[in-house]
């Protein structure tokens, strides 16, 4: 795949949403890995929103568990965002553990606070 991933970062108060963009898989999710886990370095629970992914891999699956243990090593969580069907299909036949929302709303109701939609933004950055 030949897409560049984009990784837009947005620091709340309480959580860390990262919205990914493009493909993720061999070339890109060792980027996207990096990232994440410096993000959950930080303890504090990360909602990564997948929506505008339009493809991946077992790379890319292999990434978000990988960055799910890392966050549970720092004492938080990672929670994934994703309303396509092929994505949300390919975590049900891999019977992935992790938590999977339709809407950015839904995961963050599920934080250990349920924190409020908030409306700041971040930088972004291709990988």
């Given amino acids: 795949m030949d897409q560049a991933l984009i990784i837009r970062v947005r620091r709340e ?8 963009a ?4 061999f070339g890109t999710a060792s980027g996207l890995r990096a990232r994440l886990c410096a993000l959950a370095a930080a303890g ?7 929506d505008q992914v339009s493809f991946i891999d077992a790379a890319g699956l292999g990434a ?3 960055v799910a243990r890392r966050a ?3 004492g938080t969580s990672l ?3 994703c309303a396509r ?7 049900g036949i891999t019977g992935l553990d992790l938590p999977l929302a339709g809407t950015l709303a839904e995961a963050l109701q599920r934080l250990p606070a349920g924190p409020p939609l908030a409306a700041a933004s971040g930088g972004a950055e291709a990988v």
């Fill in 79 to 81: 929670h994934v965002v």
């Fill in 72 to 74: 549970a090593r720092h």
């Fill in 64 to 66: 978000l568990v990988g």
């Fill in 44 to 50: 504090r629970p990360l909602v990564v929103d997948l």
């Fill in 22 to 25: 493009g493909e993720i898989d």
């Fill in 13 to 20: 108060p309480g959580y860390v949403i990262v919205a990914v």
């Fill in 85 to 91: 069907r092929q994505t949300r299909r390919l975590f």
